[in-house]
C-alpha cells in the first residue's frame, strides 16, 4: 500500500534501520542498548481521544483550527518540527516518531460532534499541523477522507498541506468543497530534485510524483499552491526557482516559503542524520543556521521563526519574492477564506 500510494523505497530498508532516539525529557529514565539495537519495526497504536480539533494559539500562523488524524510520520522526514510531540505519548523522537503510528480511529465522529456544538462558527480546518493527513497509512484507516467528507457535508472550510499522493484519490471530495464550501490545497515540495529529497524525506512521495499531484489537482479546477518548506540554508536554498518555476507550470496558484526549525530533540536527529546523508555540506549547513538564527541552531520566537534573520536572512526573503515574480505567481495576495458553514437539517443528522 506503500509504494502504491507514492512511496519508492524498499520496505525491507524499512526494518533494516535500527532504533535511535535522542533521550526522552518527558521520561526519568533512558535506556541505552549495550548491543546493537533492532531494527525499526512499523507499529500502529489506536488513539481514544475524546477531541479532535485542536486550537492553535501561534500568532504568526494563518489558522486557528486543525485536525491531526495521526501522529507519528511514516515519510520520516529528518527536519519534521513535530517529533517531539511524540515524547508526550511516551515514544522516542528519533526512529519512534517514523514507526510507532498512533491512529485516532474516531476522528470523523469527533468532528461531526464539534461542528455540531452551537459555539462552532464555522472557521477554516487545516489538514493537518503536525503530521501528514496523507501519510501511507491512510490507505488502510481512511480517516483524511472520513474527516473531510465531513466537512463536506457541513460546507466548512478546509485548508490541506501534504506530501502525500494519496490525496488524488479524495479529488471528488476535494471538488465538492470547492463548489460548496471552500478548499486550498498545498503540495509541500522544498526541493528540486528527486535524489536531495530521498536523502532527507526517505520514506515521501518522491518530487516528481508530487507535481504530477499538483498538476492533476489543479486540473481538477481545485485551487492548489507549493509549499517550499523548509529551506534548509546550505542545502536546497539554492531550489527555490526551480521549484517554484515547476509547480506554476504544474499549475499552482500561490506559494510560500518557511525556514528550518529545530526544536528541541529535532535538533540532534536532525543533524545525526544530515552528517549522514551530507557529510560534505553539514558544517556549511550549520553555519548558515547560525547565522540567519543570530548565532543559535534555532528561534522560537513568533514572526522569527519562520523566517531568517540578520543578511542571509534577508536574501533568501529577497530570492523567494524574486523567483517568485519570476515564475509567473500572481502579485496579488489570495482573498480571505469566508465561512459557508450550515448545520444539515436534524431529519438528515438522524442518517448517520
Same mark, same amino acid.
Given at each position: 500500500?506503500?509504494?502504491?500510494?507514492?512511496? $519508492?523505497?524498499?520496505?525491507?530498508?524499512?526494518?533494516?534501520?535500527?532504533?535511535?532516539?535522542?533521550?526522552?525529557? #518527558?521520561?526519568?529514565?533512558?535506556?541505552?542498548?549495550?548491543?546493537?539495537?533492532?531494527?525499526?519495526? %512499523?507499529?500502529?497504536?489506536?488513539?481514544?481521544?475524546? @477531541?479532535?480539533?485542536?486550537?492553535?494559539?501561534?500568532?504568526?500562523?494563518?489558522?486557528?483550527?486543525?485536525?491531526?488524524?495521526?501522529? =507519528?510520520? #511514516?515519510?520520516?522526514?529528518?527536519?519534521?518540527?513535530?517529533?517531539?510531540?511524540?515524547?508526550?505519548?511516551?515514544? =522516542?523522537?528519533?526512529?519512534? #516518531?517514523? @514507526?510507532?503510528?498512533?491512529?485516532?480511529?474516531?476522528?470523523?465522529?469527533?468532528?461531526?460532534?464539534?461542528? *455540531?456544538?452551537?459555539?462552532?462558527?464555522?472557521?477554516?480546518?487545516?489538514? &493537518? =499541523?503536525?503530521?501528514?493527513?496523507?501519510?501511507?497509512?491512510?490507505?488502510?484507516?481512511? *480517516?483524511?477522507?472520513?474527516?473531510?467528507?465531513?466537512?463536506?457535508?457541513?460546507?466548512?472550510?478546509?485548508?490541506?498541506?501534504?506530501?502525500?499522493? /494519496?490525496? *488524488?484519490?479524495?479529488?471528488?471530495?476535494?471538488?465538492?468543497?470547492?463548489?460548496?464550501?471552500?478548499?486550498?490545497?498545498?503540495?509541500?515540495?522544498?526541493?528540486?530534485?528527486?535524489?536531495?529529497?530521498?536523502?532527507? $524525506?526517505?520514506?515521501?512521495? &518522491?518530487?516528481?510524483?508530487?507535481?504530477?499531484?499538483?498538476?492533476?489537482?489543479?486540473?481538477?479546477?481545485?485551487?492548489?499552491?507549493? &509549499?517550499?518548506?523548509? %529551506?534548509?540554508?546550505?542545502?536546497?536554498?539554492?531550489?527555490?526557482?526551480?521549484?517554484?518555476?515547476?509547480?506554476?507550470?504544474?499549475?499552482?496558484?500561490?506559494?510560500?516559503?518557511?525556514? /528550518?526549525?529545530?526544536?528541541?530533540?529535532?535538533?540532534?536527529?536532525?543533524?545525526?542524520?544530515?552528517?549522514?546523508?551530507?557529510?560534505?555540506?553539514?558544517?556549511?549547513?550549520?553555519?548558515?543556521?547560525?547565522?540567519?538564527?543570530?548565532?543559535?541552531? &534555532?528561534?522560537?520566537?513568533?514572526?522569527?521563526?519562520?523566517?531568517?534573520?540578520?543578511?542571509?536572512?534577508?536574501?533568501?526573503?529577497?530570492?523567494?519574492?524574486?523567483?517568485?515574480?519570476?515564475?509567473? #505567481?500572481?502579485?496579488?495576495?489570495?482573498?480571505?477564506?469566508?465561512?459557508?458553514?450550515?448545520?444539515?437539517?436534524?431529519?438528515?443528522?438522524? /442518517?448517520?
Amino acid at each position: 500500500l506503500a509504494r502504491e500510494n507514492g512511496a $519508492e523505497f524498499c520496505y525491507n530498508e524499512v526494518l533494516m534501520k535500527l532504533v535511535n532516539n535522542p533521550p526522552n525529557p #518527558f521520561e526519568s529514565q533512558y535506556r541505552e542498548f549495550l548491543e546493537p539495537p533492532p531494527a525499526v519495526k %512499523v507499529q500502529i497504536y489506536e488513539d481514544d481521544t475524546r @477531541s479532535i480539533l485542536s486550537r492553535n494559539e501561534s500568532p504568526d500562523l494563518a489558522f486557528r483550527w486543525s485536525v491531526n488524524p495521526y501522529r =507519528g510520520c #511514516f515519510h520520516a522526514c529528518a527536519y519534521c518540527y513535530a517529533r517531539p510531540s511524540h515524547e508526550y505519548l511516551g515514544f =522516542g523522537a528519533g526512529t519512534d #516518531f517514523d @514507526s510507532k503510528l498512533v491512529v485516532k480511529r474516531h476522528a470523523a465522529a469527533l468532528l461531526r460532534e464539534a461542528f *455540531l456544538k452551537p459555539s462552532w462558527l464555522g472557521e477554516e480546518v487545516v489538514f &493537518s =499541523g503536525i503530521t501528514d493527513c496523507y501519510q501511507p497509512v491512510e490507505a488502510v484507516w481512511g *480517516l483524511t477522507r472520513a474527516c473531510l467528507e465531513v466537512c463536506a457535508e457541513f460546507r466548512n472550510p478546509v485548508g490541506i498541506i501534504t506530501k502525500g499522493v /494519496l490525496i *488524488l484519490r479524495d479529488v471528488d471530495v476535494l471538488r465538492r468543497l470547492h463548489e460548496e464550501a471552500a478548499v486550498r490545497v498545498y503540495l509541500s515540495i522544498p526541493f528540486a530534485d528527486d535524489a536531495m529529497a530521498r536523502r532527507v $524525506e526517505p520514506q515521501a512521495p &518522491s518530487i516528481t510524483k508530487r507535481l504530477g499531484a499538483l498538476k492533476a489537482i489543479a486540473e481538477a479546477g481545485i485551487p492548489v499552491g507549493v &509549499s517550499i518548506a523548509p %529551506v534548509i540554508p546550505g542545502l536546497n536554498d539554492d531550489h527555490m526557482f526551480e521549484i517554484l518555476q515547476q509547480a506554476r507550470e504544474a499549475g499552482a496558484r500561490t506559494a510560500f516559503y518557511s525556514l /528550518l526549525r529545530l526544536p528541541g530533540n529535532v535538533e540532534p536527529v536532525f543533524l545525526e542524520r544530515m552528517s549522514k546523508a551530507y557529510p560534505d555540506r553539514i558544517k556549511r549547513i550549520t553555519n548558515r543556521l547560525q547565522e540567519v538564527r543570530g548565532g543559535m541552531m &534555532s528561534s522560537s520566537r513568533f514572526f522569527e521563526r519562520h523566517r531568517g534573520e540578520g543578511t542571509y536572512g534577508e536574501m533568501l526573503e529577497q530570492l523567494f519574492l524574486t523567483a517568485r515574480r519570476k515564475a509567473g #505567481f500572481p502579485e496579488v495576495p489570495e482573498p480571505p477564506v469566508t465561512s459557508t458553514f450550515r448545520r444539515p437539517h436534524p431529519q438528515q443528522i438522524k /442518517l448517520f
